[in-house]
């Protein structure tokens, strides 16, 4: 057998540990196949709630939350990624328990993000990377197609895209993340 890594994905309600900096969350059950007891350290900057993390900081409140700016985007946008957010599919859904309030590595992902006129599935602006999630219909030519020009312009703008099929995300969610903690890191350094 080869090396085994840990698991980087909590299931669905497996939340921080309140407490801030050198609190610990002891966890049972990860995503892969054998359940696992692990110790995690807890972020410095442990939001009070669960959608806290989803909220702009004040200005004065620095850290992390401080790199990842809001740009002024017209309101049919806003109300476009609004509606979308309510509406996500199940492989977003499971991705974004993963993702959210910096849980992988740190970092911080908005969902259904605008950017430049499009609306992506997720985003870390800190690290200018973009995550699709893209289900059968991608296959076809005609959408295909569009995702490539659309790829290309946001990569224009500095942006690194990353596709992933919904069946990646529902059968190797370990692997998924280790891609993007990976292209993140690439990114940031």
Known sequence: MGAA?????PLQGHLPLQGGEGAFLRGVGFCSDSPLVVEMKAFPHTPLSPLEGEMSAPADRGGEHSLMPRHTQPGYMRANAKHLRKQMTPEEKRLW?????HRLGG????RQMPIEGFIVDFAAPSRKVIIELD?????????SDADVR????LQA?????????????HHDLDGVCRRILAVCREEHS
């Open 97 to 101: 328990q993963v993702i959210r309030v």
């Open 5 to 9: 890594y840990p698991p980087l994905c």
């Open 150 to 153: 659309r790829d290309a312009k």
């Open 107 to 110: 970092i911080g992902f908005r």
């Open 157 to 169: 703008l500095g942006w690194t895209v990353l596709r992933f099929w919904n069946a990646e995300v």
């Open 135 to 143: 289900g059968s219909q991608h296959g076809e030519t005609s959408i």
